[in-house]
């Protein structure tokens, strides 16, 4: 796929070849030097995404699936390409690289470290004032009342006068025909 682009005022004109399917712009290493998360960005030709995070499997998955890769420096604004990533597999394990050594370690070159970046785009927290203390009074104090105990009082019984007096009512069994 190729593209042309118009480069400001010079009004010059190009072809701009995709170069990959992913840029990969900062990496991770753990101590045995194999990559544990790289940040990849999609190459749409004349610009490339924000980025996402990946970790090695994913990395090693997509390479051996031919997604192609690229190591890329600098920042979103000015873009110098690097060299292509490749990977071999030995002793049941895939390597990661950008030349052709066949040693058991991963090498992406001089691609920033990606937990430095992490921990400096994160944003500081906001910095707290302390709140003027509210006057407190002792719970005691201000819900004497409510938590008083409650006397209960025995309500009066009014009187009551029958008016008529009532008439025992009459049952007669009832007997089912046959």
Request: glycine share 6%; aromatic share 8%.
């Amino acid at each position: 796929v190729k593209l042309i682009a118009y480069l400001g005022d010079s009004h010059s004109i190009f072809e701009m070849a995709k170069w990959a399917d992913y840029l990969i712009s900062q990496v991770s290493y753990d101590s045995s030097h194999l990559i544990t998360k790289v940040k990849q960005h999609r190459d749409n030709g004349n610009k490339m995404s924000v980025g996402e995070v990946i970790d090695r499997n994913a990395l090693a998955n997509n390479l051996g699936h031919g997604v192609r890769y690229m190591t890329v420096y600098g920042d979103l604004g000015r873009v110098q390409m690097g060299k292509n990533v490749r990977y071999f597999k030995a002793y049941e394990h895939h390597y990661v690289r950008i030349d052709n050594n066949k040693v058991m370690t991963d090498n992406l070159g001089e691609l920033p470290n990606l937990d430095e970046f992490q921990q400096e785009e994160k944003p500081a927290l906001p910095e707290t004032k302390p709140e003027p203390a509210i006057e407190t009074k002792p719970l005691s104090a201000l819900s004497s009342t409510f938590f008083s105990e409650q006397v209960e009082e025995e309500p009066e019984l009014a009187a009551v006068e029958a008016e008529v007096a009532p008439e025992p009512v009459k049952v007669e069994a009832e007997v089912a025909p046959e």
